[in-house]
Protein backbone atom coordinates (compact mmCIF):
# COMPACT_ATOMS: atom_id res chain seq x y z
CA UNK A 1 0.00 0.00 0.00
CA UNK A 2 1.58 3.12 -0.93
CA UNK A 3 1.33 6.37 1.38
CA UNK A 4 1.48 9.73 0.39
CA UNK A 5 3.13 12.05 2.66
CA UNK A 6 2.41 16.22 2.87
CA UNK A 7 2.28 19.04 5.04
CA UNK A 8 -0.85 20.52 5.53
CA UNK A 9 -2.77 22.79 7.71
CA UNK A 10 -5.48 21.98 9.73
CA UNK A 11 -8.65 23.63 9.22
CA UNK A 12 -11.74 21.49 11.15
CA UNK A 13 -13.61 19.12 12.26
CA UNK A 14 -16.70 18.42 10.52
CA UNK A 15 -20.06 18.08 11.14
CA UNK A 16 -19.82 14.45 11.00
CA UNK A 17 -16.33 14.08 12.81
CA UNK A 18 -14.38 13.67 9.80
CA UNK A 19 -10.45 16.04 10.12
CA UNK A 20 -10.30 18.58 7.25
CA UNK A 21 -7.06 20.05 6.08
CA UNK A 22 -6.51 22.55 3.72
CA UNK A 23 -3.38 23.78 1.07
CA UNK A 24 -3.70 27.34 -0.87
CA UNK A 25 -1.70 28.16 -3.62
CA UNK A 26 -1.54 31.35 -1.97
CA UNK A 27 1.29 30.67 0.67
CA UNK A 28 4.26 29.68 -0.06
CA UNK A 29 5.02 26.85 2.12
CA UNK A 30 1.63 25.18 1.01
CA UNK A 31 2.18 25.39 -2.96
CA UNK A 32 3.91 22.17 -3.05
CA UNK A 33 0.33 20.48 -0.91
CA UNK A 34 -1.65 22.14 -2.94
CA UNK A 35 -0.18 20.83 -6.22
CA UNK A 36 0.09 17.09 -4.99
CA UNK A 37 -3.90 17.62 -3.79
CA UNK A 38 -4.88 19.34 -7.16
CA UNK A 39 -3.37 16.18 -9.20
CA UNK A 40 -4.50 13.44 -6.74
CA UNK A 41 -7.87 15.25 -6.89
CA UNK A 42 -7.95 14.50 -11.05
CA UNK A 43 -7.09 11.01 -10.75
CA UNK A 44 -9.56 10.22 -7.98
CA UNK A 45 -11.96 11.69 -10.19
CA UNK A 46 -10.41 10.00 -13.17
CA UNK A 47 -12.15 6.80 -11.41
CA UNK A 48 -15.14 8.18 -11.57
CA UNK A 49 -16.99 6.09 -8.51
CA UNK A 50 -20.05 8.89 -8.86
CA UNK A 51 -19.90 9.32 -4.63
CA UNK A 52 -18.44 12.02 -2.49
CA UNK A 53 -14.25 12.17 -2.85
CA UNK A 54 -12.20 13.06 0.24
CA UNK A 55 -10.05 15.87 -2.12
CA UNK A 56 -11.85 19.09 -3.35
CA UNK A 57 -10.40 21.51 -5.37
CA UNK A 58 -11.59 25.25 -5.60
CA UNK A 59 -10.42 26.63 -9.11
CA UNK A 60 -11.77 29.92 -8.47
CA UNK A 61 -10.14 30.55 -5.16
CA UNK A 62 -7.23 27.88 -5.72
CA UNK A 63 -7.50 25.58 -2.75
CA UNK A 64 -7.63 22.11 -1.95
CA UNK A 65 -9.00 20.58 0.94
CA UNK A 66 -8.92 16.92 2.20
CA UNK A 67 -11.15 15.29 4.90
CA UNK A 68 -9.64 12.24 6.38
CA UNK A 69 -11.93 9.42 8.02
CA UNK A 70 -11.60 8.05 11.89
CA UNK A 71 -8.98 10.47 12.72
CA UNK A 72 -8.09 9.24 16.48
CA UNK A 73 -4.29 11.75 16.37
CA UNK A 74 -1.74 11.24 18.44
CA UNK A 75 -1.04 15.40 19.23
CA UNK A 76 -3.68 17.76 19.67
CA UNK A 77 -4.87 19.51 16.31
CA UNK A 78 -4.80 23.04 16.25
CA UNK A 79 -6.26 25.62 13.14
CA UNK A 80 -3.80 27.14 10.91
CA UNK A 81 -1.18 24.84 12.36
CA UNK A 82 0.76 23.19 9.58
CA UNK A 83 1.39 19.02 9.67
CA UNK A 84 3.26 16.30 8.40
CA UNK A 85 0.62 13.93 7.35
CA UNK A 86 1.39 10.52 5.95
CA UNK A 87 -2.14 8.89 4.41
CA UNK A 88 -3.42 6.52 1.98
CA UNK A 89 -6.17 6.46 -0.44
CA UNK A 90 -8.72 3.23 0.32
CA UNK A 91 -11.78 2.24 -2.21
CA UNK A 92 -14.26 -0.18 -0.76
CA UNK A 93 -18.01 -0.79 -1.70
CA UNK A 94 -20.83 -1.06 -0.03
CA UNK A 95 -23.97 -2.35 -1.46
CA UNK A 96 -24.06 -1.08 -4.90
CA UNK A 97 -21.96 1.52 -4.70
CA UNK A 98 -18.27 2.50 -3.98
CA UNK A 99 -16.43 4.87 -2.13
CA UNK A 100 -13.03 6.37 -1.47
CA UNK A 101 -11.51 7.75 1.54
CA UNK A 102 -8.35 9.04 2.54
CA UNK A 103 -7.13 7.44 6.17
CA UNK A 104 -3.74 9.20 8.02
CA UNK A 105 -1.17 6.28 9.16
CA UNK A 106 0.85 8.96 10.72
CA UNK A 107 0.92 12.54 12.05
CA UNK A 108 2.99 14.85 13.07
CA UNK A 109 3.48 18.85 14.70
CA UNK A 110 5.68 20.49 11.46
CA UNK A 111 4.96 24.17 12.04
CA UNK A 112 3.02 25.94 14.07
CA UNK A 113 0.70 28.89 13.46
CA UNK A 114 1.87 32.80 13.99
CA UNK A 115 -0.65 33.62 16.45
CA UNK A 116 -3.91 36.05 14.81
CA UNK A 117 -3.83 39.64 15.51
CA UNK A 118 -7.00 41.12 16.37
CA UNK A 119 -6.07 44.47 16.78
CA UNK A 120 -6.51 46.90 19.65
CA UNK A 121 -9.88 46.92 21.67
CA UNK A 122 -11.62 50.60 21.14
CA UNK A 123 -12.77 52.20 24.05
CA UNK A 124 -16.01 54.29 22.95
CA UNK A 125 -17.50 56.72 26.11
CA UNK A 126 -21.16 56.00 25.11
Avoid at 43 to 57: A, N, Q, S, Y
Avoid at 98 to 117: C, E, G, M, Q, S
Wanted: hydrophobic residues 35%; positive net charge; contains cysteine.
Amino acid sequence: MTSIEINLRYQKRDSWGNEIFIASSKYKEELAAFEKLKRLEGKLREIDVGTFLPVFHNDNLNYCTIRFKFLNSPVKLVDRNLYTVKFVIKKNKRGDKDYINAFVNTIKLHTKATPRDHGEVLDFDI
